[in-house]
């Protein structure tokens, strides 16, 4: 369903943005989005992991011991630890989220229909509330869409979808409006 909804994403949202800006520009882009959103991923997930292991290292045990620990508690290897919170990010999703930021700035008024809800919104609403609840599911670890979603990657790809945008919108000449 993931996948779903990462190519419905990129049709409707992607072609748009390709026929404004044309093909090599949004290529560059969304190319940029995912490797940033994979970044900001890795860069979380390294955070989280020195910030689970930080109050065993200022209790002065070694960091031998702490992947030890690791070991006897919950993993069969400390390479296993590492590699879960170092995990890769795999996917379109970063991108994708970069896509609608985009969107989202060049079109804030284009009205948006989501399955869920009676009424079109516009993208300058619609998108903002995506990220929020990302950021929510991130935060708690709450998703509605499984596990292994990798939100980290959504709000990095939104954020650099949005600078991109801004840079890509500052040489223009004319703005893109609805």
């Known amino acids: 369903m993931h996948l779903v909804f990462n190519m419905l994403g990129l049709w409707m949202f992607g072609r748009v943005l ?20 994979a970044l ?9 992991f020195q910030a689970a292991i930080q109050p065993l290292l200022d209790a002065g045990v070694s960091l031998k011991d702490v992947f030890q620990i690791l070991a006897y508690v919950q993993f069969p290897s400390s390479e296993q ?3 879960i919170f170092s995990s890769p990010v795999v996917g379109a999703s970063g991108a994708i989220y970069g896509i609608l930021a985009g969107f989202a700035y060049c079109f804030p008024n284009h009205k948006l229909i989501f399955l869920l ?4 919104v ?4 619609f998108v903002p509330a995506l990220l929020a609840f990302d950021l929510y599911a991130s935060v708690t670890g709450f998703s509605v869409f499984g596990a292994n979603i990798a939100h980290e990657a959504h709000i990095g790809g939104a954020v650099i979808g949005f600078l991109l945008t801004l840079v890509i919108m500052r040489k223009r000449k004319l703005p893109v409006k609805d």
């Open 18 to 37: 390709e026929q404004v800006w044309g093909t090599v520009r949004f290529l560059l882009f969304y190319l940029v989005c995912g490797i940033g959103a």
């Open 40 to 48: 900001v991923y890795q860069l979380v997930n390294h955070y989280q």
């Open 81 to 83: 630890a590492v590699r």
């Open 117 to 120: 809800l009676p009424w079109p």
């Open 122 to 125: 516009p993208a300058k609403f």
